[in-house]
């Protein structure tokens, strides 16, 4: 089966940068969906296809993919973003959606 | 606008079964691969099952397969999942979301349902 790792916490000062990585085999191969969950609330989609922003998103929030990890950048943080933050691929050969374990971000 | 409505959901004990259902409108249904998603209290997310558009289409976690049955009815726009010999460890919050192909994202998620597994 396909595993994804991801840092249990993170945590960053209001205005700075947070970066949540997301480490798997060849995982640059693959499309990366990032979803962000907030306490009692299902989870809402971030960024798309490893750099893709949803309308409505936003543009603090980026995305990159290669080798065998992915990131999720948010750029200038705010109080707002506290939250869990789960990464996602699609494994084709076994049809699975598969879930990092969830990083949760701390705003200081 | 898309909605998608989860229902079912309680306390069973173990070795029971239970039925949950996800009622969807807002999109063209049969053109979307419909999932199932828990979150056990306190943990992350664990993608359970998908259905594909036919119904034909079906893939397990391994963890559930030979104990759950995701279904799907074009007609009726509706989701389920049929749970049989539950266990403990199938506590949890269970989500129902839609994605158009295995490389798209969950776009949308419905609010979810507990399933509490206890004697």
């Known amino acids: 089966s396909y595993v994804l790792t991801q840092p249990p916490a993170v945590s960053v000062a209001p205005g700075q940068t947070a970066r949540i990585t997301c480490g798997g085999a060849?995982?640059?191969?693959?499309?990366v969906h990032w979803y962000q969950q907030k306490p009692g609330l299902a989870p809402v989609v971030v960024v798309y296809d490893d750099s893709e922003r949803p309308s409505g998103i936003p543009e603090r929030f980026s995305g990159s993919n290669s080798g065998n990890t992915a990131t999720l950048t948010i750029n200038r943080v705010e109080a707002g973003d506290e939250a869990d933050y789960y990464c996602?691929?699609?494994?084709?050969?076994?049809?699975?959606?598969?879930f990092g374990g969830g990083t949760k971000v701390t705003v200081l | 606008q898309v909605e998608l409505v989860e229902s079912g959901g309680g306390v069973v004990q173990p070795g029971r079964s239970l039925r949950l259902s996800c009622a969807a409108s807002?999109?063209?249904?049969?053109?979307?691969?419909l999932h199932w998603v828990r979150q056990a209290p306190g943990k992350g997310l664990e993608w359970v099952a998908v259905?594909?558009?036919?119904?034909?289409?079906?893939s397990y976690e391994d963890s559930v397969k030979g104990r759950f049955t995701i279904s799907r009815d074009n007609f009726k726009n509706t989701l389920h999942l049929h749970m049989t010999n539950l266990r403990a460890e199938d506590t949890a919050v269970y989500y129902c979301?839609?994605?158009?192909?295995?490389?798209?994202?969950?776009?949308?998620w419905g609010q979810g349902t507990l399933v509490t597994v206890s004697s």
């Open positions: 259905v594909w558009y036919d119904g034909n289409h079906i």
């Open positions: 979301a839609k994605a158009k192909t295995g490389y798209n994202p969950l776009d949308y």
């Open positions: 807002g999109f063209t249904f049969a053109s979307y691969g």
């Open positions: 996602q691929v699609w494994h084709s050969s076994s049809d699975h959606y598969v």
């Open positions: 060849n995982i640059g191969s693959k499309s």
